[in-house]
């Protein structure tokens, strides 16, 4: 939730709180939750992430809390979904992809405000990560789940963590925000793509777990 | 859990704490936690909304780390829960009483504090929200289930966001902390009362959730 | 995860943090999350409850996102339990030990560095508890389960609490860091062990819990 960007960046940047905000919603509709349940889950993966982001690196009070559009945004899309969320519910594949473009833009947007309070490489790349899954990690605790982004099945968390190193090591090497935003934002956006699209998973364990 | 306030706030802020950590300490029994878990649960609820407001306001450390009553009263409470569990779970409707007096002064209060922090209209009333009902779901999602605030069945939050919003608006207008604050107290009290009296909830979504 | 001690104590911290993170990373096997979720919980275990503490007391960024060696050893701590986890899972005895010596090492330290942050004698005692138990809360709360340390059968934070204090109340009275750090240590894991072998806990509450 950078404010410091231009306008188009902006206007992204509320797109990927939107669509982040609606998978939190269709989840707390499916999970039988009221029209306060929906909205809170639709905040809280919208701009979890973010806040998550800024009270570790010390930005608080976080952008969002700066800025009414970033409030209601997620409020909308929550209402939006209390009334559509049938029609949403069938639109699963245009919403993958859209999701994936928001973890595009968040991850290494994400990373390089870190860079900006002056983290290092390592750090600043986890904070790319935390800024793109930690919204949806907090929807599925409060949804009573293990998170999804935890289990197998799905790649998503790799390609935010590789597009947000992408971006602070451009940084580092002297180029501008706004380049090295874009380099990140396509490796997310290309790899998160071909792996909804082929079915990529990440490995798991081998072998029977102890108990 | 403002420290700025007259000795009468600061009691019914205690008050308010007490309230809130007995329900924590109840879950924990009934949980069948030992008595540490009965104690966090207490403390996590009695205090966890305002812990994240201030964490997200950038209010550190909060109020209640640099004065010990806030943390002693949510410990009493938890022993009391411990030792005292059967009479107490016999009072559930005195308890839903003095809870909902626990949010009416939580809430109008927490909002306040944002402002005093600089934050505008939404996110302060935001933030008095969540110093209402953070304690409760941190208890929840350490109980492990899904937070009673989310699910139908129960009009909490929204009176609560309601009063807070009261107490900002009237800031905003230029009248002092303490009319604002019991105006804001009133208006989640009343409401409060009147959807456990009356049976009100929240509206759920309609129609088949896509699974 | 103090930065300001002795070379000794640094080596320390990062073992502790290296069996904590295991802890985590066994967890997440056992509920089958992939290579991704193993490294999660390894990270949030090993360093969750210092993060914990220093954005509770306003020490943002936390000293692990600032030296990169906090970083390497929970995700190297992680890889290793994806690879050996069968192996890992079989030395159980010897990793509660270890486990024991983490527990020793980071609750006094993650109290004394309250202290340096202003907090009294209770708060900065709480702040060291959550330091060595709010790793472990984060990964069972990820992993879907109500956290081990709240539950009957262990007893565990009431000697991280007790070593804590020790050390807080040593330098209250004027004794130096390093000397108090190591008796409140000596607390905790002559405590924590006696209670492994004796197979101690914590009570839990009597008679029927109300419904």
Chains 1, 2, 3 share one sequence.
Request: net charge positive; glycine share 12%; proline share 7%.
């Amino acid at each position: 939730m950078p404010t410091h960007e231009p306008a188009t960046l902006v206007v992204l940047d509320l797109v990927g709180i939107f669509v982040f905000a609606i998978s939190g919603a269709l989840v707390a509709v499916r999970k039988e939750l009221d029209v306060f349940g929906v909205i809170v889950l639709a905040m809280c993966t919208g701009l979890g992430g973010g806040f998550l982001r800024d009270v570790l690196i010390g930005a608080t009070p976080p952008a969002a809390l700066a800025d009414w559009r970033y409030l209601l945004v997620p409020v909308g899309a929550g209402l939006i979904t209390f009334w559509y969320h049938p029609t949403l519910g069938r639109m699963e594949r245009t919403m993958l992809v859209v999701d994936a473009l928001g973890l595009a833009l968040f991850s290494p947007a994400g990373a390089l405000k870190a860079v900006d309070f002056g983290l290092g490489f390592l750090p600043a790349t986890l904070m790319g990560m935390v800024t793109g899954v930690g919204g949806g990690i907090i929807r599925d605790v409060l949804a009573g789940r293990v998170p999804l982004v935890l289990r197998p099945g799905i790649l998503y968390a790799i390609p935010a963590t590789a597009g947000s190193a992408v971006a602070v090591l451009g940084l580092k090497l002297g180029y501008h925000n706004l380049p090295v935003t874009l380099a990140g934002a396509i490796v997310v956006a290309v790899w998160r793509l071909l792996a909804i699209w082929r079915h990529w998973q990440a490995p798991a364990p081998q072998g029977p777990a102890s108990v």
